[in-house]
């Protein structure tokens, strides 16, 4: 039987794996302290702006819930205020960027101090037969996140040289970790910038390719390894841009926004989809319900490659551990089932 590894792989490649595999982009401390029978945690973190766990920590988890990756996260600060939500939840509100002397203010790890990466390289090294993602963001989220949402839209229209020369400041910054965390032994570049409403994208499409695109292709010219996009909400105005750019996978092709069948129609033959498996079913859902659900995603997504399961969002504080084993538990039961070749031939066994 491959690896975890191997499997993964093989999905992000857009081929079909003897068995479906089942990633995250993030897993709360705090949903999997009950479960491994841990300390609750002491700290909280800035929206995940640091590594929870260890590696033995992380494989533990892994094994426990049937993960075939781990994850490694890697930032770069954001500036904003802070308020602290339930648990180990933070959420940024005011952003403190907000004019061009604001910007002199903001300070970036080296991304060329050596030290910067000692524990990604020990991560990515000790990984055994997981598929170990770097976790980082590309640029367009901290900077809305440090000028704040209204500041930031406004900006775009009144004083565009200034949202240009903090994103550029952010990008500057990733191009030099996304090369260097490409020859760490990582088997995922995984960026997770929110740019969508579940009605659209925050910008237009117009915006997108003028602000955002030609900074997205610099990036892509140095990562050397599978590029996973994440964002919330409805992307499908930007897919053929992001296909166009290189990106290898979307996360989570969020339920509530996106129809996930429709886009493995439209574009299973250029990009690999990571989901969508709802938030609310994982939370006030049944183990049963969640169970039909993977299904149903497994025998109408796998066929042709290029499906991992996963949640719609990440493994929050309030999903019920019971419902997200039964994810797990589904992927292991149908994941490896002798599914059809080509999404063409395969029979819709899914609920309408």
Known sequence: MPTSRELVAAALRREQPDRVPYCEVYVSRSFVT?????????????????NEFTIDEYKAVAERLGLDNITF????????????????????????????????????????DDALYEGAASFARD???????????????????????EEFSVALYDDRRLVERILDLYVDWIEVV???????????????????????????????????L?????????ISIPWVFHSDGNVTPLLDDLAAVGIAAIHPVEPAAMDIRQVKRTYGDRLCLIGNVDMNLLSLGTA??????????IYDLAPGGGYIVSSGNSLAHYCRPENVLAMSGA??????EQLPQTIATAPRRSAP
């Open 34 to 50: 009950p479960l491994m029978g841990w300390d609750p945690p002491t700290t909280a973190k800035a929206n995940f702006e640091g």
């Open 73 to 112: 996260v890697l930032r770069a600060p954001v500036y904003s205020e802070i308020v602290p939500g339930d648990h180990d939840t933070l959420f940024y509100t005011r952003g403190l960027i907000r004019s061009a002397a604001d910007v002199e203010t903001i300070l970036l790890p080296d991304p060329d």
């Open 127 to 149: 990984r055994g037969d997981y598929s170990a993602w770097f976790i980082t963001r590309h640029g367009i989220s901290p900077t809305m996140l440090s000028m704040g949402i």
């Open 178 to 212: 996304a090369e260097r965390a490409s020859r760490l032994g990582f088997d995922a570049f995984v960026t997770t910038d929110d740019i969508a409403f579940n009605n659209g994208p925050f910008f237009s499409p117009q915006i997108f390719r003028e602000l955002v």
């Open 214 to 222: 030609p900074r997205f292709v610099r990036v892509a010219k140095r």
């Open 288 to 297: 049963d319900e969640v169970e039909e659900t993977v299904r149903g995603l």
């Open 331 to 336: 992927v292991r039961r149908y994941g490896g």
